[in-house]
């Protein structure tokens, strides 16, 4: 189980290979990443703000609640803070586990918690100036179903 | 003495990050109502608490729990990670 909070870039491909591999026990893997997009078309850059000290104990929380729910032989989380560009990978999820369902639903409801649950905030900058991303109802809506 | 800190428009409204607050507040509530009357720019940033969040030494909480024994209280919008 690894959660890791860092300002820097990460290597999606790395991270992925070997993953929960190695043992007998993990029949599926499911990785996700999250990257920055760029609805408006103008967007330059975005600013993920965190609260450092709680973010790390949230995201654990996190991740023991779904080791509680599924059976999981591993689970990795890299969140990123600080300044992101357009195209950049902002996060990524990774679960190994017996059975694919385990894998899967597991990273879903990591990703569902992670988005409003854990102390991140995203600002948008373009050229009309800066703007805080404010959180979706279906983001917590998204909570219901666990 | 409890520590009081701000995130994202919250802390650029209010115009810093943390700050030591002298408080006999019993919740985070009479807190809120404390801080609300020091200066405008509380009484803006904290018009609408619907909006806010709140932790107490790092946890997500309420505006109803009690500060007995609390160090740290952060406030912030909804999280917006992932």
């Known amino acids: 189980m690894q959660v890791r909070v860092q300002a820097g870039p990460f290597d999606y491909g790395a991270e992925c290979a070997g993953f929960g591999q190695g043992g007998r026990d993990v029949g599926a893997v499911v990785t996700f990443l999250g990257v920055v997009r760029d609805d408006s078309g103008t967007l330059q850059r975005m600013e993920i703000e965190h609260y450092p000290g709680m973010t790390e104990k949230a995201i654990a929380a996190i991740v023991d609640k779904a080791r509680l729910r599924w059976a999981l032989a591993d689970v990795l989380v890299i969140h990123r803070h600080g300044a992101l560009h357009p195209g950049e990978a902002i996060m990524m999820v990774a679960t190994a586990a017996r059975h694919r369902v385990a894998a899967f639903e597991a990273a879903e409801f990591l990703m569902d918690y992670l988005k409003s649950r854990a102390p991140f905030w995203k600002k948008e900058f373009g050229p009309d100036g800066a703007e805080w991303v404010a959180a979706k109802d279906e983001d917590e809506d998204a909570l219901g179903r666990w | ?82």
């Open chain 2, 1 to 82: 003495m409890i520590e009081v800190l701000y995130f994202a428009w919250l802390r650029e409204r209010i115009g810093l990050p943390r700050e030591r607050v002298e408080t006999d507040a019993v919740t985070v509530a009479d807190l809120v109502e404390e801080l609300k009357a020091r200066e405008e720019r509380y009484a803006l940033a904290f018009a609408d608490v619907t909006a806010l969040r709140v932790a107490l030494d790092q946890e997500l909480s309420d505006f109803a729990a009690p500060l007995a024994g609390v160090r740290e209280v952060a406030f912030f919008p909804p999280m917006t990670g992932g």
